[in-house]
């Protein structure tokens, strides 16, 4: 990938967030590409090549039985972040399919969730990447952490 020139998610991106509410806008936009991300009301506050963030309000729908954010909805931010990451930053010449996730609970998460997914750009190899996603609660404790493994190939030769 041309590092000068931006992909069409990131294209895209920078265009609609440059309007009054364009991140709102663009987070739906994401959301319709993948439906099941708009059940947790995903909001992603930034995205740039090789980390996005994913914001998640504590409300009422993404609650457990003791009032914090369920770990599945924070997980289903995380994938939200990791696979926006992963589209506007692989190089043209390759593609990405998600093979797993592993994440640890480490404390309570009782406050607005942010969801990074990040990784490094010499990590775009062929073969298993794992991207390294946390979630950090609003005093910026880490809640949950781990990563999303990815399989790398080669786009076909059209």
């Not at 599945?72 to 010449?93: D, F, K, R, V």
Request: hydrophobic residues 40%; proline residues 5%.
């Amino acid at each position: 990938m041309n590092n000068n020139k931006p992909n069409k998610v990131m294209a895209l991106y920078k265009k609609v967030t440059g309007y009054p509410f364009g991140h709102k806008i663009f987070s739906k936009m994401v959301s319709r590409m993948a439906p099941y991300f708009s059940t947790v009301h995903p909001h992603i506050k930034s995205l740039e090549t090789n980390r996005c963030e994913v914001l998640i309000k504590k409300r009422k729908i993404v609650q457990n039985h003791i009032g914090t954010v369920h770990v599945i909805a924070i997980c289903n931010g995380l994938e939200m972040a990791m696979g926006t990451m992963a589209e506007a930053s692989i190089p043209a010449h390759l593609r990405w399919i998600p093979k797993g996730m592993s994440v640890d609970y480490t404390a309570k998460a009782g406050t607005d969730i942010l969801c990074v997914a990040q990784v490094t750009p010499e990590q775009w190899q062929i073969g298993d990447m794992l991207v390294d996603v946390k979630a950090y609660d609003s005093n910026g404790v880490v809640v949950v952490q781990g990563h999303i493994k990815l399989w790398i190939s080669e786009k076909p030769q059209k």
